[in-house]
């Protein structure tokens, strides 16, 4: 009996396993991503407001930002474009040579969202007069509600902005 029971089991987790493997797959060139379990189009917006950092030309950080962030999503599939508009309400100095954050809309226009997964670049011009991202903004999601981290990528200039993990908090307007 025991062993028509384990046998049963075994059964039961083999075939859930290939179902899971054969669900989550996407096809085939596109990275492998997971179907959005949402879509976000529309307007987020922070309930309270968020806490980020401007670095100075060492890479540290030198200003605390406090600011509201509003975005404005449109969703196709997994990709996403839309605009993040960022508002500083009191910019605090932290460290040496300090550099305000002038906030403003901002564009986003290569967003991929991949199962409870949001991801975009921040690019800008640089001295070259090229374009490069600056920054990566990465949030988990669930109906109505967005939590995420933003990330300087600018390793040349620190352009970029830079958060604690998980700070920015987001809700479905």
Avoid at 21 to 47: F, H, I, N
Avoid at 54 to 83: C, F, H, K, P, W
Wanted: glycine share 12%.
């Amino acid at each position: 009996m025991r062993t028509r029971l384990l046998k049963w089991v075994w059964c039961v987790i083999v075939v859930s396993a290939l179902l899971v493997a054969g669900c989550g797959g996407g096809t085939v060139g596109d990275g492998g991503g997971l179907t959005p379990a949402r879509d976000l189009s529309g307007t987020w917006t922070s309930a309270i407001p968020v806490v980020y950092y401007t670095l100075n030309i060492y890479g540290e950080r030198a200003m605390r930002v406090t600011a509201n962030i509003a975005m404005q999503l449109q969703q196709s599939g997994s990709g996403v474009t839309g605009v993040i508009t960022i508002t500083p309400i009191t910019q605090e100095p932290v460290g040496e040579m300090p550099i305000p954050d002038p906030g403003g809309p901002l564009t986003i226009d290569d967003g991929t969202v991949s199962s409870t997964n949001f991801t975009f670049t921040i690019a800008s011009w640089t001295p070259s007069g090229g374009v490069r991202a600056i920054e990566r903004w990465a949030f988990t999601f669930t109906t109505d509600l967005m939590g995420g981290t933003v990330t300087n990528l600018d390793t040349d200039s620190y352009f970029g902005r830079d958060s604690d993990t998980n700070a920015i908090h987001l809700i479905r307007s």
